[in-house]
Each structure stands twice: as C-alpha cells, then as structure tokens.
C-alpha cells in the first residue's frame, strides 16, 4: 500500500519534471473541429487588477484554444495606462486580437455597464464563444451576460470536448457532468485548474481600439475595497498549499503553526471553512465548494478532517498530505500520504525538517 | 424603477429543494444523473442564508418590511422547503410547479422569477449564491439581468439605508472584500459568511402549515423552460485512493521526498 502510493507520486512527480506545468486534473484533448461547419470565433474576456491579468486568465486562454478558430481578448477598464499595459502583455499570448474598451463606468469590473458591452460586442462581431475564468469576476458578470443573450451559461468548465460540448462538475465535485448545448452562442467558465496556464506565443496580438458606446448604465456603485495583502504565492495557482482546519483551535496557532510551515515549504496558506468560520483565518483563503478550487502539487492538510465540501476543493491535487489525530477522519481516505498525530507536535517538527533542505 | 423611495419594502427569497449537503451522492448506473430516489433532501444552505437574512432585515427594520414572499421552482415535493422558509419566518409562499424530477435550468429558472417579479413588485430579491446540487452560480445574475436591476454578488454583509433607499453590501472578491451601494430595487445573493441561520421552532413549524402558498405553472406565467443544454451523461469523479500512513514525522518527510513532492 505504501510503496503503491509512493509510486503514484513519484509517477505524477516524474511527468510534472518533464513538463511542469502540466495539470493532472481531467484534461481537454485537442478535437478534430473538421465536422463543425465553420471555425469557432471566441471572446475571451480578460480579467486584470491594476494594471497587471489576473493569473486566472493564462488558462482560460489555453481552454479557448481547445475549440480552435480565432480568440479575441477583451480588456475592458478605466484607466488607459493601466488597459494599455494589461493589453501589451495580453499580446504576448496566443490571441488574434486584442480589443480594448476604456469608459469610467468600467472601473472596478462592475456586471452592470460590463455585461451589455460584451453581449454587443458579440452580437456585432458574431462571436460564438464567450469565456473567461470561473472567479468571483466570473461568476459576476457571465450570468448577467448570458441572460441578455437568452443563452444557459456552462460554469465551471473542466474539459472542453467539442465546440458545443463540456465537462463540468456538479455535487461539489462528486460527479462530473458532461452536457451538449443548443445554444447559438456559448457562453461558459473555466475552471481554471483543469488547464495549463498558457505559454507566450511570441507573435503579438494586434492590439485596437473597441467603441465603448455600448457601456451599459453604471447602476451600481463601488464604494471601497480590502484585499488582505500578502507575500505569499496566489492561493488559486500556487504549487503548494498547506492549509489549516478546525484542529488548530484559535488564530494564535494558526498564525504560529500553519504559516510557518507554508513559508517553510514555498506554499500558499489555505483553510476549511471552520476555521474560516471561527476566525482563524481570513475569508478569502477558504478552499472548497464554496471556496477556492485548488490542484497544487502538494496540499498538506493540518487539522482538517475532510468533509465533502472541503475535498471538493482538493480533488485534483497532486499529493495530497495529511496531518490529524482522528486515524477515521475521512481526509486520510484520499490522502497520498497520512501522518496520524498531534498536528501541534507534528506541524513544528515538519516546519524544521523541510527548513532544513 | 421607481421614482421615489418605498415606505415598505418587499422582500422576495428565492428557494431551491436540493438533496441534503451531508448527503454522499450516488450517480446513477444509467449514468443520466445521480441517485435521488430515497435521498434526503433540504433547503439549498445559501437559501437557508438569504431567508434568514430577510428575516434579520425584518427584526431591525420592523414596520419598514411590508413583507417577506418565499418562491420555488421545482416539483411537488418542493413545498417542503416553502413551509421551512415560512417557519424560519417568512410570510407567504409561491410554488411555481414543474414536472416531478424535471430539470429546471438556471436561465429558466431566471425567467421565471422574472415573471414572479413582474407580478408581485419586490424592492429586494435574496438569493443563494448557488445551489449546492448543479454548483451553476448563474441565476441571481441572470435575473439581475433579465430585470435591469443592480446586483451585489457574494453578500457577507447587507444593510439598508432608508433615507436614501439604498442598499449597501459587502461582497466577498477573490483576494478580499468589496462594498458596493445601490439603490432599490436590487438583487443580492448570499455567502455563507453574511449570518447563520435559525431553526424553525415547532410553534413555527405548525403555525407555518397554515400560511398560504399560491401554486402556479410556468406555463401559467407564459414562461418557456424547455432546456437549453442536454445532458450527455453523468459519471463518478475519479476515484482517489488514500494511501499510507506513516507514523512519523521524519517518515512524511522521506515519503514527500521520495515522491519528489519536496
């Protein structure tokens, strides 16, 4: 049993030093779109926050690739430096073109002004497809568009099969839907998990200029903003992620448990809703159903014991490690690796073994 | 919209009849779906969170909330989840009823509620976020959408200011939270963060039977449901065994290595 679970993660280890991006959730091949009677045409709607694509983005981009034809990037926004630099470097990637909106109404990614704009825009051009990533930006602004287009939304994208068909999750994971849609138009979200970041293409997108007459009535106001800041790598695409539960009893643990382990190891910080819910950590780092879907290489698991909304997250995860002292918590049933003890000796001595290397 | 403020706001909550999110859901060996038959089934949790938020609004605003209406979609046994609503203490109900197992999509839902909308006039729609069965995330946005109305997604915190009938709400962004402010009438749909909600008492319970729930049909509404998106088939995830334990530390770490995991 052990040496078979060391082998299933040396294998995924062996693959990922060849190619180390590549994800081992379930992937989108390439089809044949020879039947299809003419070539997808796709806006990709390109979300970014001062000045810089958000890293979800980079796989969307790879999904839209799967349905061939020609991809068209959208950057919509305020500001004309920070859109010009969100587009430069939206260029080095492999997109045609690159459409730039700019109205003050367009700050802050609001669904209101932002969701009649894509919907003429793709009634002008005759875009078949509308993409973009399965974030809370996401998630904000597609339904709103799909509504005006009268088109059903496809959330959550885990495989791209055909130019009509795609692979979704539902059940928090625990069955994996594959649905045909009739629509004209699709319009769909991506878990970003499931694909490979992109890779510069190194041609140049052109880049011009959209009419932003269409820019629908801000009708809403964005009054103020906190991010919590952080020096550590993106929750949604970092390569580890150690993350923290109930076990660890009060935010004073977590911060001088579960942190240092995470810094020890490179690793983002991640938590389960109860220890959310209890304050130990902040809301925006919840990974689950409900929370953010990760697939790192290693996720180590600290006091969790691994209800069905949390493992929704985790799924796809390359190694999974567990700390916990209940030896019947549900997490050591899909953990590669598990350690039954107390996460407060265990977590320490793990901190300083990997500090070590 | 209207002109000018509402003296009493009306408050709509959408609910969604979902198998019971402790469930471990089976998929079915047609694989078409998975198994409800014999499934225990619930409110939406996210639902459960928007009716209790509309009763919290209730409790600090007393007489400004005319009322609290209660809407689901699905089929018969979706009644069910009305009489919860009604005895977490909402008013009244409305079962607009479709076919027993009948797969009403997002979007259709969305015009549904839109038709609800029309009919009964609400300044406030509170909605889930999504529903813990098909995980859509779509139809608060949609109806935002179909209605022209302002939306605040991802809701941990809500209040209302009267004065200038506005709404103001923090709402839960990858990296952190953002607050918006709109006027009504407006859509907002709940996080788990925005409130915890209450058990229905059993003098509720029974007090809740006697509530009215209006039934209509979609057709009745003029509503087209017919689905947009066919489901090819439906599968298990792929399994994932557990795999050794170790026993300690310095054993994790040698197996992480040998793994090449660190």
Known sequence: MATRAGLRCSQTALRLAR???????IRSRAFSSSKAAEAAKTLLYIEHKEGKLNPGVYNAITAAQKLGGEI?????GAEADSLDAVAQAAAKYPLSKIVVMSADTLSHSLAEPLAPLIVALVQKEGYTHVTTAHTAQGKNIFPRVAALLDVAQISDVMQVESEDTFVRPIYAGNAIATVKSSDKIKVFTIRTSSFDPAKESGEGASIEKGESGQVGKAIAEWVSESLTKSERPDLGSAARVVSGGRGVKNKENFDSVIIPLADALGAAVGASRAAVDSGYADNSLQVGQTGKVVAPELYVAVGISGAIQHLAGIRDAKCITAINKDPEAP??????FGLVADLFNAAPELTKAVGKK | MRPSAPSFIKLLVPVKRTIDYAVKIRVNSAQTGVETDGVKHSMNPFDEIAVEEAVRLREKLKADIESIRVVT???????????????MGADTGIHVETADKEIIEPLSVAKTLKAIVDKEKPDLVILGKQAIDDDSSQVGGMLAGLLNWPQANFASKLDYDKGANEIHVSREIDGGLETLKMKLPAIVTTDLRLNEPRYASLPNIMKAKKKKIDKFTPADLGVDIAPRLETIKVVPPPARKGGAKVDSVEALVSKLKEAGAI
Do not use: M, N, Y
Request: a negative charge.
């Open chain 1, 19 to 25: 190619t180390p991006l590549q994800s081992h959730a």
């Open chain 1, 72 to 76: 068209t990037g959208l950057v919509a």
């Open chain 1, 331 to 336: 997490i050591f049933e899909v953990a590669d």
């Open chain 2, 73 to 87: 979609v699905g089929g018969p046994k979706a009644t069910d989840v009305l009489r919860t609503a009604l005895a």
